[in-house]
């Protein structure tokens, strides 16, 4: 069983930045993809970024340009780089994994608060 910790969120004036950190328990060489996931006040869980084996991305097309997901296999730790923050970019960031296949096994962190002051 991984755990997932994510640190890094805080309050941040509109136009700042933030790097959002997620720290895993064992090995994320292995996962099929990391992912950060944010959830706004009232609002469904929505996916921001994604990062697969192969280094393909895929971001949400509002973050396209101020977001930047990475990782560093040797910290076991997945990174979420946020410039340009606006106030609609306040949430929970979730950081997000998944194992295997048939079926994949999903992990989820605890989500760290965001907030963009306007």
């Known amino acids: 069983q991984v755990q997932l910790v994510e640190s890094g969120g805080g309050l941040v004036q509109a136009g700042g930045s933030l790097r959002l950190s997620c720290a895993a328990s064992?090995?994320?060489?292995?996962?099929?993809?990391v992912a950060w996931y944010r959830q706004a006040p009232g609002k469904q869980r929505e996916l921001v970024a994604r990062l697969y084996s192969g280094e393909t991305t895929r971001a949400a097309d509002s973050e396209k340009g101020r977001f930047t997901i990475s990782r560093d296999n040797a910290k076991n730790t997945v990174y979420l780089q946020m410039n340009g923050l606006k106030p609609d970019d306040t949430g929970v960031y979730y950081c997000n994994a998944e194992w295997g296949y048939d079926p994949p096994v999903e992990y989820w962190g605890q989500g760290t608060q965001v907030t963009v002051s306007s």
């Open positions: 064992g090995s994320i060489a292995s996962f099929t993809f």
